[in-house]
């Protein structure tokens, strides 16, 4: 796909492929090698795959993939997770939503990204377990700072999501959302939801958002559950992004072993995931742009793989839903 637009639009890309996760415990016996890390900081742009699978899916093991994941998280400083999630008209009957309710839907979630209970210090004994969640001020405020300056940008409103009336951080971060919105973002629509209501409305009434920010752990669950608004965990991207321009991108979805050498996988996260990275990373609107209407025509005129192949439908393979992608470009 990045080659395809370098030869349209006259660019070059150098990439440099790394091992991280399982595939990188197997072969350092680390899931995130030094080596690995150097690259990506030598970077502009990090685009990643799944790093799990059954062969590493031990959870009391020592060395796990997803260490390898939150780690370069931490080590790239990306800590605004940006996950849209926008219905294609014809991929209505692939949702599981009632097709009425998916008029509209244009959203996104801004998830905080390396504080909360994911990393946290842990203990565990054989009596017990814990997982400890902190969040100080400055995490919160950098983060409704990137949610609020995108909802200025679409349609200005903004959904924050905590558990106030339970959590202690919940009830910190809703204090800074309420104080930070009010003196320097006046002009945004701002509405505040607990989580487990955040999750009903989200499917009685997802049109109503725009822009939604949480927490880590929240923003995780929640845009599992919004993704079955578009219809597959295989179409939603996600961009990773801190202080400076380098990005980490990656589908919002794992490893799919149940599928894993069938060549039925689902790529349109992944492409549009690259189309995030142009646009945030590289500066290429109009190369994100290309590639983001090249799916969608792709779409349109009847490519579908498995996941999202309704009943008449004939379901692509991977290269070959990526080929009618390459075909629009």
Known sequence: ??????DRHGHRFDFDERLVGGAAIDATGQPLPADTVA???????????????????????????EQGLLALRAVLGVFANLRPVRVIDELRAASPIRA?????????????????????????????????????????ERILHVAARLARSRRGRLCSVDKANVLETSRLWRETTDRLIATEYPDITLETLLVDAAAMHLLSRPADFDVIVTENMFGDILTDEASMLAGSLGLLPSASLGDSKRGLYEPIHGSAPDIAGRGTANPTATIMS???LLRHSLSLDEEALAIESAVRTAITKGARTADIATDGETALSTDQFTEAVLAEL
């Open 39 to 65: 690259a990506c900081r030598d970077s502009h742009a990090v685009l990643l795959g799944a790093v799990g699978g059954p062969k590493w899916s031990d959870p009391g093991a020592a060395v796990r993939p």
């Open 100 to 140: 009425d309710l998916l008029d509209g839907v244009d959203l996104i979630v801004v998830r905080e990204l390396t504080g909360g209970i994911y990393f946290g210090d842990k203990h565990r004994d054989a009596d017990s377990a814990t997982d400890v969640c902190t969040y100080q001020v400055h995490e919160i």
């Open 274 to 276: 690259v189309a995030m």
């Open 1 to 6: 796909m990045l080659e395809r637009i370098a």
